[in-house]
């Protein structure tokens, strides 16, 4: 077991460093590694595996729904940038800019894409001329450039890969309802397949996408307190349709603007699973996007049928699960903290007492509790276990939410409970003005996060100005 | 069937322009468009949904062999991509080059990747010690840049979709079974999966990609007798391994340089595939990349139940294959223009007279054939047509590159076969001599394309000089 204590000492403790527990976990775990280029990651084969189990899950769904998936150049023509005001304004100062080709300076700057409305406005405005082709609801997966100046993987890098959803409708109504949607297909997927709760609320207006007229958003809580967006969805109105002549005849054959949606989630949600689930053991990854969800461990497999067991149960639950044996001469101490570090939902331990009696031990990562399985029916086994591992580390995280959400009705209050308790959410009222939103931060130092759809009511007052309060806010700190 | 027809005229015959004929089916099947981005193209949804399909059945081919997925650095300090000579040299003419972030003019230009030898050379140096780590299976799957002055979809664009595979290994043995591995992975797939034979071999010296020591490439031969590298897959030897310092600890405890591959093919395979099967009728999609493999389209759908027996057709078939059932009210003729346009492989026509006879009938889009199939076993049908017509178009295809490929032993007889019978694939002996290999090019028009690891003895001299010939070179235009 010397091997096993010394990889897990080499995680700082969470308690006592949590950024630095943070980044430990995402090097030893193998998921990123720096590079040369500044302020961007190397995903690497864990790491991205991660990546492709969440692509795959939320493509499934946003198909299901009759979205198209489409690819868009990555550059945007300075002046397409700057045909909506607000848009340009947002993204303007955090963009990368080409300016040569080869040795040729370029007649017109390109910018990297930031983000690809303008591009899906142009083309909408192009192909769409009918009410008849409406809706179009397209999305793309890529990677997009933020000129960011303090940068950490997964959380926030100079580039980012993500999906970006983009739709046109006929009316006002229907792109609400694709708005609306879309933010709790993101919900969803967070709750059943990333097993992370999230509040699902609207962003005030000083903190609204660059040109849009609503931005909703799911915010997850970490174990440090603070709030994480894990996705956006975005209502533009007609504005970016106004901008870019986006119109099409409507029945009575009328010329009308389209209304217009967007809607993303990116890398980050692979900060988020890290944490809201990570222990100071290293990674605990939701069994539906682990790319290992069983880790099969022969004990003392020098003994004659033990590799070979654990070679023909692997074989069995290759079929239904993602497994991996692990047949190498390192100790079993060793491959136990290696797996754990990796996040690994289950690890299979099968020695020689085990096949004598037809069994086999299974062992949880996330409260590390065993349980003896027969050989027999043990894909139901851990298909149920599986499917536990996921429910606890739903109810775990949801608690960390319920214990980390705190009801202020006085500017003090949210003064002593973020002294006493540390960083949460901290949900109080207020009257709508930008005002009082700025002086709330300036006064307590956390910022509104959303006004979540599920409104309570804490008091008659803003918990700044005390005049007549509009809106629970949502506050707190975020990544 | 008036807007069948007009739908018809509106593609140019490709023996009277294919250029435009190609230009034209790329638009009206929709597989991409235009924007102001000059140089790159939209992939729309049409188009998209091929390159899913390939993307799918590639990555699994290349997960099988072990590969795993990665994502690198969109950007490339110019100092790393400046480390290995030769490849600085021939990608540095066509790079796009960043040189601010924001308002802040960079310390140091950053190249949007042409290609990602340099970034994956500094994270193995980084990340491989010893012989244990060895190989590395790295691949992927992003998009690169490369400032072509002459474009087109799919075939040259300024951005285009690939796949990069980047793998290192401990002997040059391994590398270069890797190498040819590789090769043959890609010959595969366009044989079974794209319906499409190629040619495999080595290329000239002087062709080689920027770096290699040698490389590999699979030569398909377009309708109009032009060639079209589908793929390419290169041995590097250890030259980025000492540029880059990637040493590893051997058995013995000695440092050595890894061995090291890349290889990639891209989104030109859709192009391929266009001017491969395609007719004047539009597309012929190859039934494993067909994003529709079925139209299901009713006859006198205003009789009843007409309309509940297609749908219930579609609701059966689409369990096991990709199916679209078109109601619009659209004309019958139209809808069989449109879906032969977007190259689906069957359409399923049923109506009144064929639902009193419990049968459908089937037509295949590669020849029109028409056939009748019973109700009751219709999965067993479809599914044995559509291997059927990936088989058809694999024939033809291999019958078009027969009849254009032409054995000669003298300078004007390659010649006179250009001026007789048009473009194709030549094959002539070469002494090995890079000024014959000029010479041929000069006199005759058509540039070495690859050395064929199938050899034929067509004399025993260099084409062009006369002197003892080493290989036989297969020459031609190509796209």
Known sequence: MADSKKMVEQITSMEVDFAKWYTDVV??????????????????????????????????????????????????????????????????????WVTHGGSEPLPERLCVRPTSETLFCEHYANTVHSY????????????????????????????????????????????????????????????????????KGRKTESDKFAGAVATYAIEALMHDGKALQAGTSHYFGDGFARAFDMTFTDKDNKLQYMHQTSWGTTTRLIGAIIMSHGDNNGLVLPPKVAPIQVAVIPIASHKPGVTEKAAEITERLQKRFRVKCDLSDNSAGWKFAEYEMKGVPLRLEIGPKDIENNQCVLVRRDNREKVFASLDNLEEDVEALLETVGLALYSKAARNMEEKTYRCTTMEEIKSVLADKGDGFVEAMWCGEESCEDEVKAQTGVGSRCIPFVQEHLSDVCVCCGKPAKHMVMWGNAY
Request: aromatic share 12%; proline share 5%.
């Open 27 to 96: 090097l030893k775990a193998e998921l990123v590694d720096y590079s040369s280029v500044k302020g961007c990651m190397i995903i690497r084969p864990y790491g991205y595996a991660i990546w492709e189990l969440i692509q795959k899950q939320m493509d499934d769904m946003f198909k299901a729904l009759g979205h198209e998936n489409v690819y868009m150049p990555l550059f945007i023509p300075e002046s397409l940038l700057q045909k909506e005001k607000d848009h340009v304004e947002g993204f303007a100062p955090e963009v990368a």
């Open 132 to 199: 008849r082709d409406l809706p179009k609801l397209y999305n793309q997966w890529c990677s997009v450039v933020r000129w960011e100046k303090t940068t950490r993987p997964f959380l926030r890098t100079r580039e980012f890969l993500w999906q970006e959803g983009h739709t046109v409708h006929a009316t006002a109504e229907e792109a609400i309802e694709e708005t609306e949607r879309m933010l709790n297909v993101y919900a969803d997927f967070c709750k059943n397949v990333l097993n992370m709760p999230v509040v």
